[in-house]
């Protein structure tokens, strides 16, 4: 049976928490690969919401879940979000969570520099203010504090000694106070017996799991419009978050992400400033937003919504080799006379059937769209093509002919179970 990459092929919030939590059921082990709290999860399953950011999906179920060395781990939010899953009757010991113990960490002072950039920057990148994008700065810059590290006081103290030489000037440039190395070093080492019995070498346990036969689920935060190198640069995350990043962020190497499933709006959606071709400041995208709840997991900022980019989403079958696509929230479109797909740009006298790396160029892109006919019945909770209005399937198919990979899965609720199957992702 092969592994299973889940990564989302818009700008995120696509609906990979459902996906993740249903495929976890035919998993043995899940990993998160890249990004740290920034990014959410929204779990439904029976009566009871499940909103994860660290935790892998898996823990839901039980399932063995890695926090992958690609991730930047806050400490301290890692532990608050174990005690809130635990209220609501989820126990995580280190029998179910494992943490890379080559992973980065997350300090207070990185969510302090976050911030204080933010609130200077002129063209603000739309941040969350967690400290992510710093913390990968610090790892990149080979000055982080790493998991490991929680367990050798000599090394800490090293380590922040050469942190704060880079942050003590970044800090007074910002009017921040400088940074105090005896209590960071205290924080550390207070936090230290909580974090390291869940450490071990992340990579070999992978391995290990793979060799005596167990299916890995790889969860992908954010999405790949969001990506370092391929989104809407500089309005991106700090991390790869295109399904290659699986095989560097969890040490399994090129052929550990298997079957790679991209997760799609049925429309689309964007968190945070930059580019989006498509956006719509209408009663047309104040309805997408309402019906679909577009409020962010970790911000509650509202998404900006507009209709299905087909030019984007070929991209992001291209750059994540995407054999299948999951498509959600199929049921907010109902009820709409005319849907619109957008098939290409016009930038000047040009037309581009992709998105251009240039900032100025992206912002000035206008879309070229397809019409094609709504439905006045309900998708709603559908579990088979044969339950869908007629125009739903051809709004479908369409969108399958433009981006050039099958539907694996149709969503059509939040519920957990409200999908049609076309493919299981495990077994191909």
Same mark, same amino acid.
């Given at each position: ?42 779990? $439904? ?38 005690? %809130? ?28 520099? #976050? ?31 790493? $998991? ?12 922040? #000694? ?108 964007? $968190? ?9 400041? #209408? ?132 519920? %957990? ?12």
């Amino acid at each position: 049976m092969a592994n299973v990459t889940v990564v989302g092929a818009q700008w995120g919030d696509e609906g990979k928490g459902k996906l993740v939590d249903w495929l976890s059921a035919r998993a043995d082990v899940v990993v998160r690969f890249q990004g740290g709290h920034n990014a959410g999860h929204t779990l $439904v399953v029976g009566n009871q919401v499940y909103k994860l950011s660290l935790l892998p999906s898996g823990v839901v179920q039980g399932k063995l879940s890695v926090i992958g060395n690609g991730v930047v781990v806050d400490p301290w939010a890692l532990l608050a979000e174990i005690e %809130r899953v635990r209220g609501q009757g989820i126990v995580i010991t280190p029998d179910v969570l494992v943490v890379a113990d080559n992973a980065a960490l997350i300090l207070p002072l990185h969510g302090e520099l #976050d911030i204080a950039r933010e609130a200077e920057a002129v063209n603000k990148i739309g941040t969350t203010g967690r400290g992510i994008g710093p913390a990968y700065e610090d790892k990149v810059g080979r000055r982080a504090i790493r $998991v490991a590290d929680l367990g050798d006081r000599d090394a800490m103290e090293a380590k922040i #000694d050469r942190l704060l030489a880079h942050h003590g000037p970044l800090r007074r440039g910002l009017g921040l106070p400088e940074a105090k190395p005896e209590q960071i070093l205290a924080s550390l080492e207070a936090i230290a017996p909580q974090i390291l019995p869940f450490a071990k070498p992340a990579w070999r346990l992978l391995n290990d799991a793979v060799k005596g036969g167990s299916r890995v689920l790889f969860e992908g935060a954010q999405g790949a419009l969001l990506d370092v190198d391929h989104g809407t640069y500089p309005y991106v995350t700090s991390s790869n978050t295109v399904a290659g990043q699986a095989a560097a962020g969890s040490g399994l190497g090129p052929k550990g992400p298997g079957y790679v499933l991209g997760i799609l709006k049925a429309y689309t959606t964007r $968190v945070g400033e930059g580019p989006f071709p498509t956006e719509l400041n #209408d009663e047309v995208g104040k309805r997408l937003r309402e019906v679909g709840q577009e409020m962010g997991v970790v911000t509650g900022r509202p998404r900006r919504c507009g209709w299905f980019d087909a030019v984007l989403a070929r991209q992001s079958v291209a750059i994540n080799g995407i054999d299948g696509i999951a498509l959600t929230k199929l049921d907010v479109l109902d009820g709409f006379e005319t849907l619109k797909i957008c098939v290409g740009y016009r930038s000047g006298e040009a037309t581009l059937d992709h998105l251009p790396s240039g900032l100025k160029a992206q912002s000035g892109l206008t879309p070229i769209y397809e019409e094609i006919e709504g439905w006045p019945g309900s998708t709603r909770g559908a579990r088979s093509f044969r339950d869908l209005p007629a125009e739903a399937v051809k709004y479908v198919r369409r969108i399958e002919e433009l981006i050039g990979a099958p539907v694996a899965l149709l969503g059509t609720s939040p519920e %957990r179970d409200d999908m049609i199957v076309m493919r299981d992702p495990f077994q191909d």
